[in-house]
């Protein structure tokens, strides 16, 4: 196999075949680094992101997936994503030149955000994206100023949402019969209803049977202005498993018969983020320090103390770069240890990683089991896809993001040939080895 990375003109994929599997391309990657820096690295599996493709078509037909490109901005990832025919959510200027660049044609783009920036609404005017999310009377004023040709779809608050957060989310169904009013007078036009029901619902089809309902009035009171409504968002909330995504289509699906069945003519949207591209990158991360501390538990009963010995470990990525999702509350997974570190039946201890950094919130993973590491141990974290990477521009933390290394089984791609799409005229950026 050879060497490979992500290029600013194109990205170069490894077609692997002959039994080459992902774990080689990271063996191979580490080995090149066995003498030099040892520098985090990510793998992306390009392959994984058509089979999911493909799982999605299959379990939930009807509803027109639209990638948030907050969740993982590699234009490799958006290009071939494009070509497999996804729409994008963006939110920032960033994200709607990326889409732009990379073929994603301007309809099938929708702005999101509670408070666009005056600067993002102008770009996208003079771009042609004219899908806007709205949730309140202020940007719908600012929308009607910068955008007059735009096409709102108004972000309806859910129970499930409240529930899980404490700031609110989208406008309340009594505030929409307002909105379409003001919309009205502005002369903006209406085009549909978003919501968002959470991945961590715990009753998804409560959730959804309020939020459809909810919409359903709001298309009703639209149709009563003269608003043509024919677009339904049903947000995120897929976390990436197959079991998770037949859940919530078994729940939509009768629900969608009832409020918006095909006839109807409503073109029905949702935004799998992490289901795409979370399974689809790994990490590999290198131990740059270790220590080890004893930690004194006291007043476990009266008269007694107790003593843990626990091994810290620092790696050279951290919570300020690819964890960041750990400050928002989102727990990172134990990673497995490289082959070349101890066996996997050595004996575990306490454990803890953190980044690079002195700073106490720098705590990837706390108090978890692992053999006992050396300075220049590899460890590898998979599901990585869905950490915001960004490696067209040299990452947006304090420190450039590691370097991409694609791959894909040469059988997905030939394939996704045999399903129309061809590779010279589809990915164009791409060249393969």
Known sequence: ????????????VELLSGGATLDDVIDERICEQALAEKSAFMVGDLGALMRQHARWQSAAPRLQPYFPLRCNRSPAVVELLASLGLGFVCASKVEVSLALERGVPPDNIILSGVCKQLALVKAAAKHGVCHLVCENEAELAKIARLQPRAKLLLQLRTEAHM???????GASLKSCRHLLEAAKELGVLVVGVAFHVPTSCQDPQRAYSHALADARCVFDMGADLGFDMNILDVGGGFNGSEFQLKQVESAL?????????????????AQPGSFYVASAFSLAVNVIAKEAVTRRWDGLAPGENGEDAEFLYYMNEGVYGLFGVKLLGNAIAVPA????????????????LRGPTLDQLDLVVERC????????????????????????????????QPPVYYAAAASDWYEMQEGGMTLDGAVKTFSFV
């Open 337 to 352: 240890v490289h082959k070349r570190a101890p066996c996997a039946d050595a004996a575990v201890c306490p454990s803890s």
């Open 253 to 269: 699906s009768p629900l969608l018969d009832t409020y918006f069945p095909p006839l109807s003519g409503v073109h029905v949207l």
């Open 1 to 12: 196999m050879k060497g490979l990375a992500d290029r600013p003109a194109g990205y170069t």
């Open 369 to 400: 089991l692992l053999p006992e590491l050396s300075v220049g141990d590899w460890l590898l974290f998979a599901n990585m896809g869905a950490c915001g990477l960004d490696d067209h521009a040299g990452g947006t933390c304090a420190s450039p």
């Open 163 to 169: 529930a899980e957060t404490s700031v609110a989310f």
